[in-house]
């Protein structure tokens, strides 16, 4: 499947000019052929690139490609959620016993005087662990799914359609990332919730299997769905449009003359502004989760009911705060190690030639 899928994501409207250009035989064509200086034909797509953009270490679709898409997002993830394992561990505390802890403010000064500094940093293993194979099937599936769908819908359809293949493409890669995640997240929320429970993964995984097998890590997958699937597609199908919107109407040249460097700014700013809709989404499943996770016995239903409307709201503010920093920083890092290992980073998608002829907007 991988390889008919490097095969044609060549052709793919979310390709890069240049990989489009070699796959038609031009960009090797000599200047005769492919045309001499700017505005001269497909070549000059090439002029638009800033220096050293073309000399990508390989093709877009490639295994190559994916692998490094993969490892981007285990960096991307692991390394974000794991610096703010104190906000996540006090946001959690709120959601399962708000009485105790009434605010992010108050949450914080209660769990330094009952645990300590080294309080805060409780279960930053599995968090590390969790999320960083999250983030691996995250963005490498997505970046699959994105190319395989691109693909079935053809070049003029994937175009017109990108907001739903964002959707789509997301939520397929996340329907994998959270069965890689639901083991840790279960044993991250009992260490951090349940004082005197356990304080390290080795001490929380082997209690929680002898105590109900291997559901214990897995009863919360349906709930993880609930919160990570529309957390994802809003992450991922909001951030593209908002590159696109930016490079659109606020960024004062096209993203091919822009430095890597202005490239990275636009990147945080669209991943914050994705962050935002991203917390608030997901934040409801996100608190069934936590009292799941927390309780023996009981089913996501039962906790729902329990909560009420304003109870699943609880803690909004510190996620929003926590879920906007973390996805700039993810995109951002993600976007650094692309950058880094100069992998094709494709510019936001302009409708196809063939699809402006039939709408009469060229001739």
């Keep these: ?88 561990l006090v946001k959690c505390r709120m959601q399962v016993d708000p009485q105790k802890y009434k605010g992010i403010f108050n949450g914080f000064s209660v769990t330094l005087k009952e645990d300590g500094v080294r309080g805060l940093a409780k279960g930053w293993a599995p968090t590390f662990i969790g999320y960083s194979m999250q983030g691996l099937c995250k963005f490498g599936f997505y970046e699959v799914f994105k190319v395989l769908y691109s693909n079935m819908l053809g070049e003029e359809n994937a175009y017109l359609w990108r907001t739903s293949l964002y959707l789509a493409a997301s939520a397929s890669a996340e329907f994998f990332a959270d069965i890689a995640l639901a083991p840790m997240e279960a044993a991250k929320v009992r260490i951090q919730t349940q004082p005197g429970y356990a304080n390290t993964l080795r001490d929380a995984a082997p209690k929680m299997y002898k105590e109900e097998g291997l559901k214990a890590f897995y009863k919360g997958v349906a709930p993880l769905w609930m919160r990570q699937i529309p957390y994802t597609m809003m992450k991922f199908a909001c951030f593209e449009r908002t590159v696109e919107a930016l490079y659109k109407f606020v960024v004062p040249k096209p993203r091919s003359e822009c430095t890597k460097a202005e490239q990275l700014v636009v990147t945080f700013v669209a991943g914050y502004i994705a962050g935002v809709f991203c917390a608030i989404v997901s934040h409801p499943a996100d608190s069934v989760v936590s009292v799941l996770n927390k309780e023996k016995g009981s089913s996501a239903s039962q906790v729902l009911q329990r909560l009420g409307f304003r109870g699943v709201w609880k803690g909004l503010f510190a996620r929003i705060i926590m879920i906007g920093t973390l996805t700039a920083l993810q995109w951002f890092i993600y976007d650094s190690v692309k950058v880094y290992f100069r992998l094709p980073r494709p510019p936001p998608p302009e409708m196809p030639e063939s699809l402006k002829k039939k709408l009469g907007l060229t001739q």
């Design 1 to 88: 499947m991988f390889s008919s899928v490097a095969h044609l994501a060549r052709a793919n409207p979310f390709n890069a000019p240049h990989l489009q250009l070699v796959h038609d035989g031009l960009a090797s064509a000599p200047p005769s052929e492919a045309g001499e200086g700017p505005g001269s034909g497909p070549a000059s797509l090439l002029d638009l690139h800033v220096p050293g953009e073309c000399k990508y270490s390989c093709e877009y679709g490639s295994m190559k490609f994916y692998a490094l898409c993969g490892f981007g997002g285990v960096l991307s993830c692991g390394l974000t959620h794991t610096a703010v394992v104190p906000l996540d």
